[in-house]
């Protein structure tokens, strides 16, 4: 992929050596050529200074040629013009804005601009680790019908096949932590000590997933 990336902040610059780990060429454009600094001297991609929506600027970056752009630098309205002018102008149709104002976030993830809101996903994550598990889903759909919630094993659920766990709670192991590996079970899989439990669920089932956790299975 070649990708374009408007801002080179802490996320910006993070998000371009990342991406040319991973083998793809990328682009940079910031208004302030110190900002390439960040991006270090291991860095092979190009640097633009310039605006980010402005249309001779984003061709210099290779636009045109682009599979998917960033606007993350550290304005809101900059970044959705320059997510616009992406998709709009240029056809982009993989365009990710970073959204300080939640609101706003929701208005333009409407319009088919993806949108991570930063103020309420840090917000969202600290809040899932005050709060007991099962008080707020890793992942919700936009529909709210579907979540996706993480829990460590209770003792009571060592030993038992993982199929009659989703049977009894009504929901699906996506996958397990275990030992620092991720696994993906099967019909034959037992719930180990120290597994971490990644479920799929409906909303509507949650309250009687985390009951059958909490109280352990019935007799089968």
């Known amino acids: 992929m070649h990708v374009v990336i408007m801002g080179c902040g802490r996320v910006g610059s993070t998000l371009a050596r990342g ?9 940079v454009i910031d208004q302030d050529p110190d900002a390439f600094r960040r991006l270090g001297p291991a860095f092979n991609g190009d640097k633009i200074a310039g605006m980010g929506f402005d249309q001779a600027v984003l061709d210099k970056a290779g636009i045109r040629r682009a599979d998917a752009f960033a606007a993350v630098s550290s304005g809101d309205n900059s970044n959705i013009i320059a997510a616009r002018v992406a ?4 056809g ?9 104002d939640p609101g ?3 208005v333009y993830q409407r319009l088919g601009i993806t949108t991570v809101a930063t103020v309420k996903w840090t917000a969202d994550q600290v809040l899932r680790r005050l709060l007991p598990a099962g008080a707020e889903p890793d992942f919700r759909d936009m529909s709210g019908t579907i979540r996706v919630d993480q829990t460590p094993v209770p003792e009571v659920w060592i030993g038992e096949r993982t199929i009659v766990f989703q049977e009894q ?8 932590d275990r030992l620092g590996e991720g696994v993906l079970p099967t019909r034959e899989s037992v719930i180990q000590e120290g597994d971490v439990l990644h479920l799929v669920m409906r909303e509507e089932n949650a309250t009687h997933a985390y009951q059958t ?4 299975p019935e007799e089968h």
């Open 19 to 27: 991406l040319e780990d991973r083998n793809h060429t990328v682009s």
């Open 87 to 90: 998709r709009e102008t240029f």
């Open 213 to 216: 956790i909490k109280h352990g």
């Open 169 to 176: 709670a009504r929901c699906r192991i996506a996958w397990i």
């Open 92 to 100: 982009i149709r993989q365009v990710v804005a970073r959204i300080y």
């Open 104 to 106: 706003r976030a929701e």
